[in-house]
């Protein structure tokens, strides 16, 4: 037995070694952990369960026969985080570049399934030089079978990918059909084609990091929702974005204690709207006013910029945020702004987890650039997105509520559960000024002193419609508030709300205008 044992031993150890000692110098050297140290980092002390440590690959060809690493180049297993279980995989770039095999695939492939029964969070830890070439076309088959995956598992489960190191060419779809990608600055990347190919295809000089890396696709593509300065700053991160997210589809988010009763009136809240309209300000005051302990887990936070997005906790229960953000671009919104809520309000109600809009927007963006790249398509998903969600969903209008925008951010009309206004708020077709130019415009041009009948008509115009009681009137609004007492509304809103049930009608699925 002792034999036995000791072997076991042996090739365990041998497993944990990866491709060996040398490879893991020239990974600490680029910067980069190891995929079980980054494990490690990630999961509970002690809470990892591996899985098919043993597996290997079979190819023969190229002098593979001859090549073989136990675990193939992906740890693969069960863990726990923040006390609650997750799947995981973490792939070995110590072992052939942590290329993708058929075998690679497989173990990715099983714990993936295993998550989907046990319904628990996936989280993928990608560094790899994608599809290993010595096995062709088997290995792109492993790809599309974790694609199908990927594809099924959307909506059941939540889906993290975690970029730390190369993911180029059809590998980059895996990340991108999973809920959330996380890229660490300087050592991942991600592109379709590398610099190389681009160079001779397009012509254009482009290094790794503005073709792909962090910044690029944080700030310019959209492609990842978080970025972070290293592997570890990362990992901690992944750990926190759990903590607002169910385990699966049928179940509901965790709910942190929360004393009402004590809950006192937040005054500063009072003092944010400026008194000419036109003037921004910025929105995350408001949203750190609001939320509990100021946390706020902004995603996208440096795309589209004119929409903010992200999570926090209001009355100890988590809740998804989209707010337009008035000091860029006023707020407006254009086709990345739609399309950056849209995803994630999907993303919300796929997993229960209720929205709050706060609401100051000026219509959507004009121009020949939005209309000629699709600005109907594009912002048309935002509003089909809060048409479908069933979640809780309540708006709080701060400020201009105007035109299409209006309808679109959880109007009433498309099922918005409870929807205030602050005294500031302004509900109409549009802004004074454009109301006024087209619907006066005979009376303006042919006055005696046109600019003194403009004012006349603007401020008639001001009494009448930008205000929130004619919507309030209307039962559009369920409540003019104070902008202290919003929390206090919020938390009772949503206690409220945790019971709601709303269906869609029974198809097979809808068609999001993509
Ligand atoms: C097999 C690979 C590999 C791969 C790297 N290696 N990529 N082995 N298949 N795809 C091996 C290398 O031979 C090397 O082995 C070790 O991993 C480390 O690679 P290096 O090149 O030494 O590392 P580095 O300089 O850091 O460069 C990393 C890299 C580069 C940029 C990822 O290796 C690279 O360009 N690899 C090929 C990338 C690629 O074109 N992949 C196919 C993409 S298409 P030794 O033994 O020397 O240490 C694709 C299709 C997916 O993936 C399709 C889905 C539909």
Request: proline share 5%; aromatic share 8%.
């Amino acid at each position: 037995m002792q034999s036995k044992t000791e072997e076991l031993k042996k090739r365990k150890e041998k497993a944990k070694l990866g491709g060996g000692q040398d490879k893991i110098d020239a990974q600490h050297k680029k910067g980069k952990l190891t995929a079980f140290e980054r494990i490690e980092l990630l999961v509970d002390e002690g809470s990892f369960e591996e899985i098919d440590m043993f597996v290997k690959h079979r190819a023969t060809d190229f002098g593979l026969n001859k090549q073989h690493y136990p675990g193939d180049g992906v740890i693969t297993g069960f863990a726990k985080i923040n006390g609650r279980p997750v799947a995981l995989y973490s792939q070995d770039f110590t072992v052939f570049g942590g290329s993708l095999s058929e075998a690679h695939a497989e173990k990715i492939i099983k714990v993936m399934n295993m998550a989907m029964k046990i319904g628990v969070p996936v989280i993928g830890l990608n560094d790899s030089g994608g599809a290993r070439i010595q096995e062709g076309v088997v290995s792109l088959g492993g790809y599309a079978d974790i694609f199908l995956l990927n594809t099924l598992a959307s909506g059941v489960i939540p889906q993290i990918s975690v970029v730390m190191g190369p993911c180029a060419g059809g590998a980059v779809y895996s990340p991108a059909i999973t809920d959330f990608i996380f890229m660490v600055k300087n050592t991942s990347y991600m592109f379709v084609t590398g610099p190389n190919v681009v160079k001779t295809v397009t012509h254009e000089d482009v290094s790794f990091e503005d073709l792909g890396g962090a910044e690029t696709h944080a700030s310019k593509s959209g492609v990842a929702h978080f970025i972070y300065e290293n592997e570890i700053e990362t990992l901690l991160n992944v750990k926190r974005l759990l903590t607002f997210l169910p385990q699966n589809f049928m179940d509901k988010t965790e709910d942190f204690e929360f004393d009402l009763e004590n809950l006192t009136p937040e005054k500063k809240l009072n003092e944010i709207i400026p008194d000419n309209p036109n003037k921004p300000y910025d929105m995350r005051q408001v949203i750190n006013l609001l939320i509990d302990d100021k946390e706020f887990f902004e995603v996208h936070a440096n795309y589209a910029e004119n929409i903010i997005v992200g999570f926090a906790r209001i009355g100890g229960m988590s809740v998804g945020i989209v707010a337009n953000q008035p000091e860029v671009l006023a707020g407006v919104l254009d086709i990345n702004a739609s399309v950056k809520g849209a995803r994630f309000v999907r993303f919300c109600d796929a997993f229960n987890i209720p929205l709050l809009v706060l609401e100051d927007v000026p219509g959507f963006l004009p121009g020949t650039e939005q209309e000629w790249n699709g600005i109907i398509r594009h912002g048309s998903k935002l509003l089909f997105a809060f048409c479908e969600a069933t979640v809780p969903k309540v708006t709080v209008i701060t400020r201009k509520a105007y035109g299409g925008a209006y309808d679109v951010m959880n109007s009433k009309h498309i099922r918005g559960d409870f929807n205030y206004a602050w005294p500031t708020a302004e509900i109409a077709v549009m802004g004074p000024k454009g109301a006024v130019e087209i619907i006066f415009k005979k009376e303006i041009s042919q006055a005696e002193n046109p600019d003194k009948e403009l004012e006349k008509k603007l401020s008639e115009y001001i009494d009448k419609f930008a205000n929130p009681y004619i919507a309030a009137e209307r039962g559009y609004i369920d409540d003019v508030i104070l902008p202290e007492e919003t929390k206090i509304k919020l938390v009772k809103a949503f206690r409220l709300l945790k019971t709601k049930v709303d269906k869609n009608p029974k198809k097979k699925h809808g068609n999001i205008p993509l």
